[in-house]
T-cell receptor
Framework: GIQVEQSPPDLILQEGANSTLRCNFS?????LQWFHQNPWGQLINLFY???GTKQNGRLSATTVATERYSLLYISSSQTTDSGVYFC???????????????FGKGTHLIIQP | DGGITQSPKYLFRKEGQNVTLSCEQN?????MYWYRQDPGQGLRLIYY?????DFQKGDIAEGYSVSREKKESFPLTVTSAQKNPTAFYLC????WGGGYEQYFGPGTRLTVT
């Protein structure tokens, strides 16, 4: 099956710092999503980005599908950004049938005041 | 409010008992999914359903069963055959087809002793 690797596994930053999280995947995908898991376990959708670049406030993401990686940028970090960030992908399936996401192990981000 | 609800939030069971986790969505999505998360890990796919009365096994279906009698509902039963049932269970839904964003419910934490 497809492999999804996220780096770094852990990241500790001071409030106000910028960060870049990376997601590498081993095959062509037709769905790539970034999630933030908060301390209560809720998965919050950040970006749906199988290719290209998107921005939402202090967060932006870029996926280079031909090189099989995606980057999540967080600028001017706040303590509320703490949590685990997951990248998840889905392989193309002939006929467009629904299938599940394959998740990386996540990046655990801690923002210190 | 449109969304995905899961109940209960916490569930405790004795070993050897079957337990059913609820998942309901009012997003009018055709596809629904069940994932399992273990501490420090990403999510893994248990079962998914593209349409009413149809469902498919995911990567870790052994010891689990599902039903899809209504579009809005996709309950998961954790049977006594599941060897390590203690985990965080998340339900998700999306439009039918691979190129659509998945949205997640708040999850159920199951503890079996």
């Amino acid at each position: 099956g497809i492999q999804v690797e996220q780096s770094p596994p852990d990241l500790i930053l001071q409030e106000g710092a910028n960060s870049t999280l990376r997601c590498n995947f081993s095959d062509s995908v037709n769905n790539l999503q970034w999630f933030h898991q908060n301390p209560w376990g809720q998965l919050i959708n950040l970006f749906y980005i199988p290719s290209g670049t998107k921005q939402n406030g202090r967060l932006s993401a870029t996926t280079v599908a031909t090189e099989r990686y995606s980057l999540l940028y967080i600028s001017s970090s706040q303590t509320t950004d703490s949590g685990v960030y997951f990248c998840a992908v889905r392989l193309p399936i002939t006929g467009g049938g629904a299938d599940g996401l394959t998740f990386g192990k996540g990046t655990h981000l801690i923002i210190q005041p | 409010d449109g969304g995905i609800t899961q109940s209960p939030k916490y569930l405790f069971r004795k070993e050897g008992q079957n337990v059913t986790l609820s998942c309901e969505q009012n997003l009018n999505h055709d596809a629904m999914y069940w994932y399992r998360q273990d501490p420090g890990q990403g999510l893994r796919l248990i079962y998914y359903s593209q349409i009413v009365n149809d469902f498919q096994k995911g990567d870790i279906a052994e010891g689990y069963s599902v039903s899809r009698e209504k579009k809005e509902s996709f309950p998961l039963t954790v049977t006594s055959a599941q060897k390590n049932p203690t985990a965080f269970y998340l339900c998700a839904s999306s439009k039918w087809g691979g190129g659509y964003e998945q949205y997640f419910g708040p999850g159920t934490r199951l503890t079996v002793t």
